[in-house]
Structure formats: structure tokens, C-alpha cells
């Protein structure tokens, strides 16, 4: 897992020499997780100077933990590959990594991310892929993350 952070504040511009002029706005830790070859996915999480996780993508951190222990197997790689074989386009797929019902940014606090924890801990299958093309007419697929099965499917049509 790949890690960064930072820190800002209001109409400041910050030189080495300088000290901290007190708490920051915000504080971002950014978390990439390269896992068998591939790149998952990356995170931001943002806190604020009162200590509280802002709405962030907290939630695909509890997630990567899945393909971690093992319970998640299938990478980006692997679902374009199926999806290709269920009729998408592999010249300029756009893959995505989702888990549970919930979206990378509906949670605002430890006690949702707990419960987002838990859906994800009791029934990893909630993990998906979603492989798509941003065409008129092309196929988008959702990737089951665990065994690589089509668990949803329709077509891009673009009404003008």
C-alpha cells in the first residue's frame, strides 16, 4: 500500500522555513493499494482540525482490506477480461472498484464506517467492478471482485 498526506491552509503559501501558524483546515492522507501487479484503487481520507472524518473515500480503504486477506481475487485486469467476454470493448474500458451499497462518499463518521465494515466483513460479493465504455451503444458490465462473475449488465445509450 502506497501512502501520502498533506495539510491545508487559507491564503497561505508555506516555505521550509516557516512554522505551522496552527491547526490546518484539513489534513488529506491519500492510499493507493497495488495488489498482484495491479493498481486497485486509491483513497483519500480528510480530517478536519476538530478530529472529524469528513465524507471521503473511507469506505474503499475498509474495502481494499478484502484483497488483502484473500477474500477478493479478481483485479482490474481480470474484469476487464471478463467483460470482453460478455461483448465490452477492451480499447478504452473505464474500471471502476465499488463495495457494498455504499458510495465512496456517504460516510461521515466512524460509527457508518463501522457498519460499511461489517456488510463488507459478512458478504464480500458485495465488491464489484464496473467496466465500461463512454460510447453510444457499448455494454457496461459489473465484475463480481470475488469470482469474476457478470452480476449486472446494460448498454450506454446516449439521448440527444
Known sequence: MLTGYGFSYPHWVAYTTDTLPGPAL???FSYSLLHQGDTIGSALVTI???RRVYPSELAEIVA???FLTGDLEIG???AVGVAVGAGAKEKGAEVGFYA???MPDTL???QQAGIYYQEVIANPR???WLVENDCNGCVRLKVNASNGK???QDKIIFVY
Do not use: A
Open 150 to 152: 457478470v452480476i449486472g
Open 26 to 28: 484539513e489534513y488529506e
Open 64 to 66: 481494499y482490506q478484502r
Open 76 to 78: 482490474p485486469r481480470q
Open 126 to 128: 458485495t465488491c464489484f
Open 108 to 110: 461521515t463518521g466512524l
Open 100 to 102: 457494498g451499497g455504499f
Open 48 to 50: 478536519g482540525p476538530d
